[in-house]
C-alpha cells in the first residue's frame, strides 16, 4: 500500500477554511476513487503547517489519481496559502491500539537513513521500537512510510489529545534518540501537530 502527502506552510488565520474544505469536498471526493483507503489532514495552529496524506491499495492506483487529485491540490493551496510539497511513500508500517478519531494529536519524525539499510531499518522499528511506543499513556496508533529512492522514512505516532503528547514529550524523545543512535539514521525533523481529520481505512501492517 501507498501514501501521497501534501505538506502546505500556509497562513495561521486560514486553517479553519482549510479544514473545512478538506472535510466536505476533499476528502469525499478522494474516498470515492478507485483504489483509495482513505485520508487525513494533520494541522499545526501556531505555524500554519498542513499536512494531507491520502493512502492507496497499489502505486498503480496512486498514480492514476494524480491527474484527479491535482485540481483539488490547487484548491487546497489557495485555501491554506503557500506552495505545496507533494511526497509519496511506502506504507511499510500500521498499528492501531485504538480508533483514532477527529481532534487527537500527533508527533511526526522524519529521518534520513544509510543507504541500502531500509530493510534493516523496518525490522529493528518492528521489533525494537513499536512495542515501547505502544507502552505511551493515551496511544492512539503508530505509522512509517518509507521513500526507498531517497533512504527517507516519516514516522507518525498518535495520541488521544493534546495533553497526553505533550505528557508523553520527554519519553518519546528518549526513545527516538536511543533508536535512532542504535540504528545509524539521522532525525531531519519532528513536528507535534493536531489531527483535523482522520479517515484512513488502511489495513494492519505490522
Known amino acids: ?24 469536498e476533499a476528502m469525499p471526493a478522494i474516498l470515492e476513487m478507485p483504489g483509495s483507503i482513505g485520508m487525513s489532514l494533520l494541522v499545526d495552529r501556531d505555524t500554519g503547517r498542513c499536512i494531507a496524506t491520502s493512502a ?9 489519481s494524480a491527474d484527479l ?4 491540490r490547487e484548491r487546497m493551496v489557495a485555501t491554506f496559502g503557500g506552495g505545496p510539497e507533494v511526497q509519496e511513500w511506502e506504507i511499510a508500517v500500521l498499528h492501531r491500539e485504538h480508533t483514532m478519531h477527529d481532534h487527537g494529536a500527533a508527533r511526526l519524525t522524519w529521518a534520513q537513513i544509510p543507504s541500502g539499510q531500509m530493510d534493516q531499518f523496518l525490522d529493528a522499528y518492528r521489533t525494537t521500537l513499536m512495542p515501547r511506543l505502544q507502552t505511551l499513556p493515551n496511544f ?7 521513500d526507498r529512492s531517497s533512504d527517507r522514512v516519516v514516522g507518525t505516532v498518535t495520541f488521544h489529545s493534546r495533553v497526553a503528547l505533550e505528557a508523553a ?9 536511543e533508536f ?26 505490522v
Open 169 to 177: 514529550r520527554d519519553q518519546t524523545r528518549m526513545m527516538r534518540e
Open 69 to 72: 487529485v491535482h485540481p483539488m
Open 56 to 64: 492507496w491499495r497499489d502505486e498503480e492506483s496512486m498514480r492514476a
Open 180 to 205: 535512532t543512535g542504535s540504528v545509524g539514521a539521522r532525525v531531519l525533523d519532528v513536528a507535534e501537530m493536531d489531527v483535523a481529520l482522520a479517515h484512513l481505512r488502511v489495513p494492519e501492517l
Open 140 to 146: 492512539r496508533s503508530l505509522s512509517l512510510l518509507a
Open 1 to 24: 500500500m501507498y501514501a501521497r502527502s501534501t505538506t502546505i506552510r500556509g497562513t495561521t488565520a486560514a486553517i479553519d477554511a482549510g479544514i473545512a474544505y478538506m472535510r466536505a
